[in-house]
C-alpha cells in the first residue's frame, strides 16, 4: 500500500497538524510534523520522502483552514489534546536561587526617570515583580536619577514610569528616590574614606588612566586618610569645579578587568549650571551608579537583584565595597539580553526624536514604548506571558513583533468583539435585489451569545437597488464578470467598477453557492449606515475609510477586531471614530 492510500495515516498526520497549525497561528509546520509523525511510527523512517509529500499535503490543507475552523476541528474530534496543550502552556518560572535563606523576598526595580519606560526594561519589571508574588515578598521601585547632567532625569517621567508600572500589573510595595537620599550616600562615602578604603582623587583623568592601566597607584592613592576627608571636605564645599575630584573605591590593582579598578564613585556636577528637577542647585557631590546602587541595595534588604547580564561587572566592582563596608552581597541573577527586532529601543534616539518632533509624543505608534503599546491595544498580559515564558536565562533572545502580537492575539481573540471597516472605500450599487434582506452578523464567530449587529436592506427604485461600501482592493481583486460574497449577506456579479464606484447585480442568496464557486467573500457596510473611521498605523500613517453603524456606541479603550484588517483599540468616537491598529 502506497501512504497515500492510508487513510489511517492520513488522518494521524490531519490530528498533527492541525495540533501544529493551532499552537502556531493558524500556520503548520512541515517539519515538526514530520518529526512527530516519525517519532509515533518508527517503521516509516525508510519512507521519509514519501511521507513528506503526504505531509505537505496536509499542511497545505490545513493552513488553508481559518485558526477558527482548525480549532473546531481540533475541539470536535479531539477534546482531549486541547485540554493538554492548555497545561503545557501555563509556564512557571524557575525558583530563585536561596531564597529560603531569607526571611522575605524582597526585588527591586530601579529606572532612571531620563526617559520613559519601553520593552527593553519589560523583562526586569516584569520578572522582579512576578518572583516578589510569587515569594509573597516585596517589590521595590527605585529611581535612580543621580546624574542632573548627561543623565538628566525629568519630573513627568517619574510619574510616568508609575503609571506604566501599574499598567504592566505591577505593585509596588515602597518606593525610593535616590535624589532624596544624598546624605546617606555622603555619610558612607565618609566612612570609606576615613577606613582608607577610598580615596579623593585629583589626578587629571589622562594621567590616572595610564598608572590604572599598568596597575600602579595614582599619587592620592596613599595619601594618609585625614588628607582624603579635608579633600572630601573642599569637594562638599565647592572647592573643586567639575572634573578635578573624584571619589575612587579602593579595588585589587591587579585585576584583570582595568575598568574594574579603583573605580570612581563619587563626582562634582556643576549644579548652577546643571540644577537637578527635584533637588536643584542643593549638591555639588554627586554619587555615581556602582556607589548609589550598592548602598541602596543593601540598606533597602534587596535579597535578589535580577537584571541584564551586562551589569556583572557592576556587581564584581560593588563586591569590592560590599567587603569593605562588611556587607553581604545579594543573591544576583543575571539575565541575558532581550532583543526585539525591528522595535526601537534606544532612550536617547527616543528623546531625540521627540525633541525632534519627528515622534509627536511618548506614545508615537513608531515607538516600541509602553504608552504606545497601550494605545495600539497591546495588552500587558501579552507582554507579562512573553516574559515568563522567556523567563530568566542568560543566553541572549531574539524575539520579534511577531511574537508579540502571537501572544496579544491569543488574549484579544476570544474577548474582541468583530465589526467591518472599509478603508480606500468604493460605493458599489446592487441591482435586482428580490426581496428585503436581513443580514445578522455575529459580533463574535465562536461565541453566538456575544449579539449580533443586524442590518436590513430595502432595494429601491425600479432597478430594485441597494447600495454598499466596500474595500477598492477587494473590487481590484475580483474584477468584472466575477462572483464574489457579500458576507453573511447574498452572492452578487460585478459588472461594471470604475476608480471608486462599481455596479453588480445580485446572484443568489445562499453562502453554498459562493462555496462551490470559490468567490471572495468580502465584507461590506450599508450606505446610510456608517461612520467616517481613521486607524493610525504602527507606521503613524492614517489609513482613512468608513466604519460600520454598530460602531457608533463604542467607548474609547475598547479593542475590537475590523475583519480581514486586524484589531484595533477604539481611541476617540465622536462623529468620527479614531483606532490605533495593533496587528493582524
Ligand atoms: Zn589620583
Excluded at 596597575?215 to 571636605?233: G, M, S, T
Excluded at 465562536?446 to 449580533?452: A, I, K, L, S, V
Amino acid at each position: 500500500m502506497t501512504l497515500e492510500e492510508d487513510t489511517e495515516l492520513r488522518e494521524a498526520i490531519r490530528k498533527v497538524t492541525l495540533l501544529n497549525a493551532t499552537q502556531h497561528d493558524g500556520k503548520a509546520q512541515t517539519g515538526p510534523v514530520i518529526g512527530k509523525i516519525l517519532g509515533e511510527k518508527a517503521e516509516l523512517r525508510t519512507r521519509v520522502k514519501e511521507l513528506s509529500i503526504l505531509v505537505n499535503d496536509v499542511v497545505r490543507e490545513v493552513n488553508n483552514l481559518t485558526l477558527h475552523e482548525q480549532k473546531r476541528i481540533v475541539e470536535e474530534k479531539w477534546p482531549e489534546s486541547l485540554r493538554k496543550e492548555k497545561v503545557e502552556e501555563e509556564k512557571r518560572l524557575p525558583p530563585l536561587p536561596n531564597a529560603d535563606k531569607y526571611a522575605k523576598v524582597v526585588t527591586r526595580f530601579s529606572p532612571n526617570p531620563d526617559c520613559v519606560l519601553h520593552l527593553g526594561s519589560a523583562r526586569a519589571i516584569i520578572l522582579c515583580n512576578e518572583y516578589a508574588r510569587m515569594y509573597k515578598g516585596m517589590l521595590i521601585l527605585r529611581f535612580e536619577d543621580t546624574d542632573p547632567k548627561m543623565k538628566r532625569p525629568v519630573l513627568e517621567f517619574y510619574d510616568r514610569i508609575r503609571e506604566d508600572l501599574t499598567w504592566l500589573g505591577c505593585k509596588v510595595d515602597e518606593e525610593y528616590i535616590q535624589s532624596d537620599r544624598i546624605p546617606i550616600y555622603y555619610e558612607y562615602a565618609e566612612k570609606l574614606l576615613k577606613d582608607g578604603n577610598a580615596y579623593v582623587c585629583t589626578c587629571n583623568p589622562g594621567q590616572f588612566r595610564e598608572r590604572i592601566l599598568s596597575r600602579e597607584p595614582c599619587d592620592c592613592r596613599d595619601l594618609a586618610p585625614e588628607e582624603h576627608l579635608r579633600r572630601w571636605q573642599r569637594m562638599l564645599e565647592g572647592g573643586y569645579n567639575e572634573g578635578e575630584a573624584v571619589v575612587r573605591v579602593k579595588t585589587d590593582l591587579d585585576h584583570p578587568n582595568p575598568a574594574v579598578r579603583d573605580w570612581p564613585a563619587l563626582r562634582v556636577i556643576d549644579t548652577e549650571k546643571y540644577p537637578h528637577p527635584r533637588v536643584g542647585s542643593k549638591y555639588r557631590v554627586w554619587p555615581l551608579y556602582n556607589l548609589a546602587c550598592g548602598i541602596d541595595d543593601h540598606l533597602l534588604g534587596i535579597t535578589h537583584i535580577i537584571r541584564g547580564k551586562e551589569h556583572l561587572t557592576n556587581m564584581v566592582r560593588q563586591e569590592y565595597m560590599y567587603k569593605h563596608l562588611g556587607w553581604k552581597y545579594p543573591e544576583a541573577i543575571h539575565y541575558g539580553r532581550l532583543k526585539i527586532t525591528g522595535a526601537f529601543l534606544s532612550k536617547s534616539k527616543i528623546v531625540q526624536g521627540i525633541r525632534e518632533g519627528i515622534y509627536k509624543d511618548w506614545d508615537d505608534p513608531r515607538l516600541a514604548t509602553f504608552a504606545a503599546l497601550r494605545r495600539r491595544g497591546i495588552t500587558p498580559e501579552a507582554i507579562k506571558k512573553m516574559i515568563i515564558d522567556v523567563g530568566p536565562k542568560t543566553s541572549d533572545v531574539v524575539l520579534s513583533w511577531e511574537n508579540l502580537y502571537a501572544y496579544n492575539r491569543k488574549i484579544l481573540d476570544p474577548t474582541s468583539d468583530r465589526y467591518f471597516f472599509v478603508h480606500d472605500p468604493v460605493e458599489l450599487t446592487v441591482k435586482q435585489i428580490p426581496k428585503v434582506l436581513k443580514a445578522k452578523l455575529p459580533l463574535h464567530p465562536d461565541n453566538p451569545e456575544r449579539g449580533f449587529r443586524e442590518y436590513t436592506i430595502t432595494p429601491k427604485g425600479e432597478d430594485k437597488t441597494a447600495t454598499f461600501w466596500i474595500t477598492k482592493k477587494d473590487v481590484d481583486a475580483a474584477g468584472t464578470g466575477r462572483t464574489i460574497r457579500l458576507m453573511e449577506l447574498f452572492n452578487i456579479k460585478l459588472e461594471n467598477t470604475k476608480a471608486y464606484s462599481a455596479e453588480a447585480s445580485f446572484v443568489s442568496e445562499p453562502y453554498e453557492e459562493a462555496r462551490k464557486t470559490k468567490a471572495q467573500l468580502i465584507h461590506w457596510i450599508p450606505i446610510g449606515e456608517d461612520l467616517p473611521c481613521q486607524v493610525i498605523m504602527p507606521d503613524a500613517t492614517i489609513s482613512e475609510g468608513i466604519a460600520e453603524g454598530a460602531c457608533k456606541q463604542l467607548k474609547p479603550n475598547t479593542i475590537i477586531q475590523f475583519e480581514r484588517f486586524g484589531f484595533v483599540r477604539i481611541d476617540a468616537n465622536n462623529t468620527k471614530l479614531t483606532a490605533y491598529y495593533g496587528h493582524k
